[in-house]
């Protein structure tokens, strides 16, 4: 007798390399009505509006074969280049292996693992906790700090940047961001390496912790030497904790594994990673602390999913940690972007004397921050003048559109009004891509500093932009 009951529907195969040839060309039309529709608005204006067809290593490439040198690493997180072949593997095998993933009630292998390599490059740390992304963790650590010390705030330093959802972005330091989104938690800003304004607030005896990014991201702006550990001995001589912010510095950008690494002495009771450590290709997020700051947060079974999250401990995010860690070792990342990032600074601090308009040269490893400052002579100041009258770092994004147009380098300026170019490339690049930017770097600044053919293109550009743009 046949059976009433219908069969399951079984779904057709999906195409993604036919969707994509199909409708790839209508990507900023998409943008503009679905997505944040200021994006492609800003594309369009300053000419960044590249269509890439596939990415390999620190290099884009369009359809028609051009390659683009990429100086940003999708803000820090292709720290080992786009599509490293090992990570692109694992990825694929942990799917393969069909594993029985988030179950909520057993214990995975691959996040224990990640884990345990993890806190083996942060010996004084003793536990982890896994979300998605850099602001998830930041957020981990402020929830952490607070029920820990039982206090409720958090100092944070002028022109940090921790995040942008509503705990992270009470320690950001940037009105920019902030602006429209109070009321915020009721947080503190110092100045960036002032102990003295560091031991007033503490001695208020309401401090939770003071977080911090051992070398700023807005400016690359690093601690001056010896702050993070005065620091941190007057956070616990008052009961309060150094969180350590490496979510763009840590695993590998500034040639030590954490960037806090490169003062003696330094060992913050948290640490907040992310970025690099998903290989480029699954978003993960890491809180590493002291045992008893874990032990007091997860004080019963009662408590044990007081703090957790949906996707966190993901194996193919597990799995892309795992082996960014692998090839971090086995290649020898870490010493390359501390031996390339020596070269490359070397290399554009020699061109100090050569140009008023290069005022500094600053950073660690593979952060690297470019700024620009007034000139002396009165030819150039007339133009840097107007420009600055116009609005505040625009001569920076006047050295960042030619790296684009003209050479195909794709940068970035490091914050709303500085005149400062920040470079976070891959952590794989060679002296080939160090001998390509300051080539082009170069160029740009010897017609900078020849005339005003740089100005009177950036203009051109601006407004021939703003034109097809009505």
Same mark, same amino acid.
């Given at each position: ?30 943008? +503009? ?23 390999? @290593? ?32 694992? $990825? ?7 594993? &029985? ?10 996040? @224990?693992?990640?884990? %345990? ?19 998830? &963790? ?29 705990? +992270? ?47 700023? !991201?807005? @400016? ?9 550990? &005065? ?9 309060? /904790? ?9 695993? @590998? ?9 490169? %003062?003696?002495?330094? *060992? ?9 450590? +998903? ?47 692998? =090839?971090? *070792? ?10 390339? !990032? ?18 500094? $040269? ?30 505040? !770092? ?5 050295? =960042? ?8 380098? /794709? ?22 891509? $160090?001998?390509?930017?300051?080539? &082009? ?8 500093? +020849? ?15 703003? $034109?097809?743009?009505?």
């Amino acid at each position: 007798m046949a059976s009433d009951t219908a069969a399951a529907p079984v779904s057709t195969a999906f195409d993604v390399a036919a969707l994509l040839k199909e409708r790839g060309a209508e990507r900023y039309r998409l943008h +503009s009505e679905h997505l944040n529709h200021q994006l492609p608005r800003m594309l369009h204006t300053i000419g960044f509006d590249n269509v890439y067809e596939r990415a390999q @290593g620190a290099y884009f490439y369009d359809a028609e074969g051009n390659d683009y040198l990429d100086m940003l690493a999708g803000f820090g997180i292709f720290a080992l280049g786009r599509h490293h072949p090992v990570v692109r593997g694992a $990825v694929h095998q942990v799917m393969d292996l069909e594993l &029985a993933d988030l179950t909520r009630f057993d214990c995975q292998p691959l996040p @224990g693992l990640l884990a %345990e390599k993890l806190l083996s490059y942060s010996p004084h740390l003793d536990r982890v906790f896994f979300g998605n992304s850099g602001t998830e &963790a930041v957020e981990t650590a402020l929830k952490f700090a607070r029920y820990a010390t039982g206090k409720r705030r958090i100092l944070y330093c002028d022109h940090a940047f921790h995040g942008l959802t509503t705990g +992270s972005l009470s320690v950001n330091g940037e009105d920019g961001f902030r602006k429209g989104f109070a009321p915020l938690l009721p947080d503190t800003a110092l100045p960036l390496g002032d102990l003295a304004a560091l031991e007033r607030e503490l001695k208020k005896g309401d401090v939770a912790a003071l977080i911090v990014e051992p070398i700023q !991201g807005k @400016g690359v702006h690093s601690t001056p030497p010896g702050y993070l550990k &005065a620091a941190q001995e007057l956070l616990h001589k008052h009961k309060a /904790l150094l969180i350590a912010d490496e979510v763009q510095t840590g695993i @590998g950008r500034t040639g030590d594994f954490y960037a806090y690494q490169h %003062e003696a002495g330094v *060992e913050p009771d948290l640490v907040c990673a992310a970025k690099a450590l +998903s290989g480029g290709y699954v978003p993960v997020g890491a809180t590493l602390g002291k045992d008893w700051i874990f032990e007091k947060v997860y004080s019963s079974m009662d408590r044990v999913l007081v703090h957790s999250a949906s996707f966190g401990s993901n194996a193919q995010a597990m799995a892309a940690g795992l082996a960014t860690l692998h =090839v971090m *070792e086995d290649e020898q990342v870490v010493a390359n972007a501390r031996r390339v !990032g020596d070269l490359f600074r070397e290399r554009l601090t020699a061109l100090k004397p050569k140009y008023e308009m290069l005022a500094d $040269v600053r950073g660690r490893g593979l952060m690297i921050g470019i700024e620009f400052g007034r000139p002396q002579s009165l030819k150039l100041r007339t133009g840097w003048t107007a420009l600055q009258a116009a609005r505040k !770092g625009l001569f920076a994004q006047m050295v =960042v559109v030619p790296l684009m147009q003209k050479h195909r380098i /794709l940068t970035q300026v490091s914050g709303d009004h500085l005149e400062v170019i920040k470079l976070i490339p891959p952590l794989t690049i060679g002296e080939a891509e $160090v001998d390509r930017f300051v080539d &082009a770097f170069t160029e740009i600044m010897d017609e900078a500093h +020849s005339g005003t053919g740089l100005m009177r293109d950036f203009g051109k550009t601006l407004i021939k932009q703003a $034109v097809a743009n009505r």
